[in-house]
């Protein structure tokens, strides 16, 4: 059951320009919500979180958007440097952490 | 402060063998998260340990079990390995109600042969 979905597996954006990175769940019990990003060979990194209270929250350059009724969530870089090149995991909480199959973002410089 | 440790980080093993993975959390954290990933996917959730039980089950066949210990350290067992076992494993920590978000390990590539 994939209940985080991210039906973008690539985007690629100039530098400088705005990253969106799109999320949809279906399970309405999820009441936290995580971007992590990971790079070859590593674990992923925790980059930034949203609370289902709240509809978004910034963190430098990385925004977190979060539409409830939609059961959507999006990632905004601004702006993106090609060090933001890495698969970004979308993920969601209820008693354990379920992932999105990932978005791979390339910064072109 | 070390972050999560997992070892080994490579493995080859054979179809209808037994292989054991290791991990240690992160210091301060109780929970332990496993998560198997498959080449172009997303982790997908094993199951969760804390104190020492396990308390959240992914949709995993009994194949799959796994221990924590009283330091909080885990381990992964894969018996009667299939070639379909082939991933990427990773160890996840936390506190126990994850809100302060996971810290994952680098993870254990195995692949069956």
């Known amino acids: 059951d994939q209940q985080v979905k991210q039906n973008s597996p690539s985007l690629s954006v100039q530098e400088g320009r705005i990253s969106i990175l799109n999320c949809d769940y279906t399970?309405?019990?999820?009441?936290?919500f995580l971007w992590y990003k990971k790079y070859p060979a590593e674990g992923p990194t925790f980059l930034i979180s949203?609370?289902?209270?709240?509809d978004k929250n910034e963190d430098g350059r990385f925004t977190v958007f979060l539409n409830k009724s939609a059961k959507h969530l999006s990632l905004h870089i601004v702006p993106s440097q090609p060090g933001d090149s890495a698969v970004y995991f979308c993920?969601?909480?209820?008693?354990?952490?379920?992932f999105g199959a990932g978005t791979r973002l390339t910064v072109k410089p | 402060d070390a972050g999560v440790t997992q070892s080994p980080t490579h493995l080859i093993k054979t179809r209808g063998q037994q292989v054991t993975l290791r991990c240690s959390p992160k210091?301060?954290?109780?929970?332990v998260s496993w998560y198997q990933q498959a080449l172009g996917q997303g982790p997908q959730f094993i199951f969760q340990?804390?104190?020492?039980?396990?308390?959240q089950r992914g949709n995993f066949p009994d194949r799959f079990s796994g221990h924590q210990f009283p330091n909080y350290s885990s381990e992964l067992n894969v018996n009667a390995l299939l070639l379909g076992d082939s991933a990427l494993y990773l160890c996840?920590?936390?506190?126990?109600?994850?809100?302060?978000?996971?810290?994952f390990g680098s993870g254990t590539r195995l692949t069956v042969v």
């Open positions: 996840a920590s936390s506190l126990a109600d994850g809100y302060y978000g996971y810290t």
């Open positions: 399970n309405s019990m999820f009441d936290y």
């Open positions: 949203i609370s289902s209270i709240k």
């Open positions: 993920a969601a909480l209820e008693h354990d952490m379920r």
């Open positions: 210091s301060g954290h109780d929970t």
């Open positions: 340990y804390y104190e020492e039980e396990e308390r």
